[in-house]
């Protein structure tokens, strides 16, 4: 692969980095005001809604999502590798840049299912909408009765009457679920509880928020913090939930394949994101080691953080080359193409990033743990991710699983 950023992947970072320094960063503590005022902690504080505007006015948006047979027009026609270098750096602010960009999770999975699954009445009822940044989504899998890790135990049962489904369920930690303008959820169920093949019995279908027998019945903490990047995580119940047929994506027992190729894309913005994260973390760290004294000397020259911040660094180029060829592999050779590398940076790149996260909590004593710096909520977010998407013992064994096979 070619390590050099192309034409337009370079002029995109350069206008994105400017859009980071003159508004987002800028608005970060704005946020946090606007947020305290507020009648709900869920509402959306007003200085999101003019980054979202000015974002668009600058053309910096939906840059996830690539054209092509499956995109229709609606993205940047950016393939992954040109794209991952973007998630990076929004990743620097992920509670406010993905959001401004319009390329927030869950959203950006749930239009890539409805873009690449979706028919086309589905994708004019939601798909559009949520390309316009007119509404969000959530998407629920998670089942607090199960090990939802494995997704073949997941309960929640989308039967078949006539010309609906009713959907009966219990999901919880559904991200976005919280935010007000979530206007439907991508519903992960079984269809064929009974089937012979257990990858074959899930379906996925949409499921409006203001279907009767749907209720999002508390929000999620993640570490004490409300999730307020991703619209808050949520407790949601689906009690005889019925929507009309159309509304199954796909065919009956195609939710696994649409959930693996939901996540291929999704864990290379995890990781960039998470990149990015660390990048920030790094730059904090710089900062208090040359303002800060301790037993006669300034904390950049005590040994011990001279080499946290070595480590940093050689751990942050190591990930960034690693989820790179991640992406380029599978712009060329597809996501099955893909899959060591797919699985290999969702192991990776979040217990490294919690580490550097930590090391930096650790040289901010107080600080790095209270909500005066975003390093606590950072870590939060990072520690999360070794569980979303899958925890990191699902991936490592089936990793493993594929190298020894090469031995068997």
């Keep these: 692969m070619d390590f050099a950023f192309d034409t337009r992947t370079e002029e995109l970072r350069e206008r994105l980095l400017a859009f980071m320094d003159a508004y987002v960063y800028p608005a970060e503590d704005v946020a946090r005001e606007q947020r305290e005022r507020l009648a709900s902690p869920w509402d959306t504080p007003a200085v999101v809604g003019e980054l979202k505007a000015e974002a668009r006015r600058q053309g910096l948006w939906n840059l996830f999502l690539p054209d092509g ?30 959001t401004a960009l319009n390329c927030a999770a869950p959203d950006t999975g749930n239009m890539e299912v409805l873009a690449q699954f979706g028919s086309e009445r589905q994708k004019k009822q ?15 899998m998670t089942e607090p009765e199960v090990a939802s890790s ?22 919880w930690y559904i991200s976005g679920a919280m935010n007000p303008d ?7 169920g079984k269809t064929d509880p009974d089937g012979a093949d257990v990858r074959r019995q899930q379906s996925m279908i949409l499921v409006p928020r203001d279907t009767p027998g749907v209720e999002v019945r508390r929000a999620m903490r993640v570490y004490g913090y409300e999730d307020h990047g991703h619209g808050g995580h949520a407790e949601v119940v689906f009690d005889h939930a019925r929507v009309p047929a159309w509304h199954l994506i796909g065919e009956e027992g195609g939710g696994f394949a649409i959930a693996q190729a939901r996540l291929g894309p999704g864990r290379i913005h995890h990781c960039m994101r998470l990149i990015g994260m660390a990048e920030r973390a790094i730059e904090l760290m710089c900062r208090r080691a040359v303002s800060r004294t301790a037993f006669g000397r300034p904390l950049a020259e005590q040994g011990v953080v ?24 599978m712009d060329t050779v597809g996501n099955r193409g893909a899959h060591t590398e797919i699985q290999a940076i969702k192991i990776a790149t979040p217990r490294a990033v919690v580490d550097i996260l930590d090391r930096a909590v ?47």
């Design 306 to 329: 001279r080499n946290w911040i070595a480590d940093a660094r050689v751990t942050v180029e190591q990930l960034r080359l690693l989820v790179l060829k991640t992406a380029w592999l």
């Design 150 to 171: 494995d997704a073949t135990n997941v309960r929640t049962s989308i039967e078949r009457d006539g010309d609906e489904y009713v959907v009966t369920g219990r999901k």
């Design 69 to 98: 047979e499956h995109g229709a027009g609606h993205g940047a026609g950016l393939t992954n590798l040109q794209y991952a270098p973007l998630a990076e750096i929004t990743g620097r602010s992920p509670n406010l840049a993905p």
């Design 362 to 408: 650790q040289l901010y004593g107080a600080g790095g743990v209270s909500q005066d710096f975003p390093l606590a909520e950072l870590w939060a977010g990072a520690r999360t991710l070794r569980l979303a998407d899958g925890p990191d013992e699902v991936h490592q064994r089936s990793l493993a699983r594929r190298e020894l096979s090469r031995y068997a």
């Design 182 to 188: 979530c206007a439907v959820f991508i519903v992960m």
């Design 126 to 140: 939601w798909l559009e909408p949520l390309l316009a940044g007119e509404i969000r989504s959530a998407f629920a």
